[in-house]
């Protein structure tokens, strides 16, 4: 994994908002008055309060202790080893402007969605509560994904989102590891997305989905591997979004060669009604992609537009340069 310094591409604003982000950290540093910190441990107990020495078990119970605090920022810190949330963890009561996720240690804590239930199978939700920065954590085993967001400026760095679709967990939806949805001004860097993979509309999964007016995000420095649907998809009214430096590997799926699918890329900006916007501005600079589909087979695109039937593609809404094919990958 690599970090690249791609962040000046884009504006003055957005940079603000990464440099202010909450750095990942090995230890908790002391806590200023305006925030709160809780404590996850894969040993602590959903009767606890939540403190260092009396840890939660789960985010869902963090969440519910959040909605009864008035600070401005928390901080969850999380302890290695693996968590089973019993359903999608909603923000949506959390009065805080910013919570943090952050791991204790080096090895990554692992959150795993095999036993949650309900339709909507998501690790996470922003439900129009406070922008989060998660960083150093894994999830897998997510049907419909993994961060679904509608709130603004939220970070997620140095994660891994893998084994996510219903390919993995059966019986509904799967859409993308991070569902944006009017969510603007996200740093995504650092982060890898592999094994996102339907069995039922293979096209409909993707690592970074970002639709409804979400704009001025980054997702720099990742690397998007055995996806079946487009790695990135851009969709109705999203401008002026920036990927840059990632890495493409075996990803789209054509529905066995037949090339059912004629518009699929790397990224994509797709339209499913005459009445959606099409978008401008968003840029693809210096990724490296194998060009292969998700089956092995090369011929997939670096960039690209597709439609519903009987609706006209958005051809230049997505643009790029600096872009390169390395068949070594």
């Not at 107990?45 to 009864?68: C, E, I, K, M």
């Not at 810190?77 to 952050?102: C, K």
């Not at 998809?233 to 090339?259: A, I, P, Q």
């Amino acid at each position: 994994m690599r970090f690249r310094s791609s962040l000046a591409l884009v504006s003055a604003a957005v940079i603000a908002l990464t440099t202010g982000a909450v750095a990942h950290a090995a230890a908790p540093p002391p806590m200023a008055q305006a925030e709160t910190a809780l404590y996850l441990s894969p040993t602590g107990s959903d009767t606890n309060d939540g403190s260092v020495d009396a840890p939660l078990l789960t985010l869902t119970r963090a969440a519910a202790l959040l909605a009864g605090i008035d600070t401005e920022s928390a901080t969850v810190w999380i302890e290695p080893g693996t968590y089973y949330e019993p359903a999608v963890v909603s923000w949506s009561r959390v009065p805080q402007s910013t919570v943090s996720l952050l791991s204790t240690g080096a090895d990554r804590p692992t959150f795993d969605g095999s036993r949650a239930t309900g339709n909507l199978h998501y690790w996470l939700n922003t439900a129009r509560g406070p922008s989060l920065v998660v960083e150093g954590l894994r999830v897998i085993n997510y049907r419909t994904g993994g961060i679904r967001m509608d709130t603004d400026g939220n970070v997620v760095r140095d994660m891994v989102f893998e084994q996510l679709g219903n390919a993995h967990v059966p019986d509904g939806a799967g859409y993308a590891a991070l569902h944006l949805l009017g969510s603007s001004g996200n740093e995504i860097s650092d982060t890898t997305f592999r094994d996102l993979e339907n069995v039922a509309c293979p096209g409909c999964m993707h690592g970074v989905y970002a639709a409804n007016g979400s704009s001025d995000n980054v997702v720099t420095g990742s690397d998007f591997d055995r996806i079946t649907g487009d790695p990135v998809r851009l969709r109705n009214n999203t401008h002026r979004n920036v990927f840059s430096d990632n890495t493409f590997s075996e990803s789209g799926d054509f529905l066995g060669g037949g090339n059912r699918w004629p518009h699929r890329a790397m990224a994509s900006f797709w339209r499913f009604t005459a009445n959606e916007v099409c978008g401008t501005d968003n840029v693809l600079v210096g990724n490296v992609s194998d060009g292969r589909q998700y089956t092995g087979e090369p011929g997939q695109k670096l960039f690209g537009s597709g439609a519903e039937a009987g609706v006209e593609r958005c051809p230049t809404a997505v643009l790029g340069h600096g872009n390169t094919v390395d068949p070594a990958l």
